[in-house]
């Protein structure tokens, strides 16, 4: 069993460098098989499509960004701590793993990501919708659908990330403590 799941895995971590090197269109299966060292037919042992194989890379990788991003999370800390300590995971993981993060920023909001997939995906962010919830309720937050101050709080952290990543910004650790904190401003009262 541990040798299908290291080729599994091998296939996906093929498709991930693939993709964000060459583009979804651009990386054909048996480029992936190639890549990955397995035959074409041990790829559709695994996946009966390239949309399916996407679709389980993305899942996968949004179950890594989730794991990353509560790393050392305490649910009865202080709010801000809270939001503190899922920010710079995220900003940390992301600076970590620039492929993942890349793919994740071109492809989330592709036609290729199912809606179910999409769904698994936001279903992984059930602890910070509740911190915001919580911080709405407890009017430490702007008066503003949560959604909407999640998409505020987070989009710096994803340009931020993009362009540390494309050399365009030297991110360090008092840059990202001063990008989270610009975070938090932008939703609290």
Not at 13 to 34: F, N
Request: aromatic share 10%; glycine share 4%.
């Amino acid at each position: 069993m541990p040798e299908q799941t290291d080729k599994r895995d091998n296939i996906l971590q093929a498709t991930l460098r693939l993709i964000v090197a060459r583009g979804l269109e651009s990386t054909p299966m048996s480029l992936i098989a190639s890549e990955a060292a397995v035959g074409m037919g041990t790829i559709y042992h695994y996946f009966t499509s390239k949309e399916e194989l996407v679709n389980a890379l993305y899942r996968k990788l949004k179950l890594r960004v989730h794991e990353a991003m509560l790393d050392g999370y305490a649910a009865d800390a202080p709010l801000r701590q809270r939001f503190f300590c899922i920010w710079r995971n995220l900003f940390r993981f992301y600076l970590a793993n620039p492929a993942l993060f890349q793919f994740l920023d071109q492809y989330s909001l592709s036609p290729v990501i199912t809606p179910e997939s999409k769904e698994a995906g936001m279903q992984l962010w059930q602890e910070p919708i509740r911190l915001f919830q919580e911080g709405h309720a407890q009017q430490i937050f702007k008066d503003m659908p949560i959604h909407l101050l999640m998409l505020i709080a987070n989009a710096p952290l994803v340009n931020l990330a993009r362009g540390h990543i494309e050399g365009q910004v030297q991110l360090d650790e008092p840059a990202i403590e001063a990008a989270i904190t610009a975070c938090w401003d932008a939703v609290k009262l």
